[in-house]
């Protein structure tokens, strides 16, 4: 196998895991979500109706047991992160110096010193490679059966939403107002007393009012 094919593949599985770390996001959004809904949904369902609450409560426990698995699922894959990597490069680089001071000081070729350095170098390669493949593939199938489970969850979600929505309407509905009173009409109002005129008295004359 050529170097270039062996460095490639190395590289290749180092990227994997960032984008396996980052496909992540998604589901724990996800799963926040509708773990969300589901505590909102158990704190505002009545419990009043029984047919209502035995065909709420079961998928309700369902939910959270789904809830739950998915939740471990995807903490595994998180969690799964040890990968192998290559020597840091001044110790690779020490290690080519010690195989030629080596060569040298026996007497022999020193292209059989950079020989077996490479050879080294490519198993070291190899063995990464190959580990943090086995790393990769274990969490992409855990974050394969996290998804799973999360629909399984959306899915358990949607159906206990019917019992919960049948709930709500039937002892949530408005009731219907009571007619206000008719405001009764007041009385016609009496006419205001006018106050009596004075009189003007005239002596030997009979008195007579003053008139406005």
Known sequence: ???DFLKDRYDFEL???DKLTA??????GVLTGLGSLLAVMARSFTFRDPVLTWTFVPLVIADVLSFFICLLYL???YHRQTYIHLPLLAQLQEAEEELQNYYRATGDD???ADEE?????????IQSADRNTENNDVRSDLLYWARVWLFVILWITAFAGIPYVADHVRFFMPTQQAPKPSQTQPASVPQKPEFPQNRVVKE???PTTIKK
Request: charged residues 25%; hydrophobic residues 55%; proline residues 3%.
């Open 110 to 112: 020193a292209a059989l």
């Open 75 to 77: 903490v595994r894959a």
């Open 204 to 206: 030997g004359g009979s």
């Open 1 to 3: 196998m050529q170097f």
């Open 23 to 28: 496909a992540l996001t998604l589901p724990v």
């Open 117 to 125: 350095f490479a050879a080294n170098l490519r198993r070291r390669i």
């Open 15 to 17: 990227e994997r895991k």
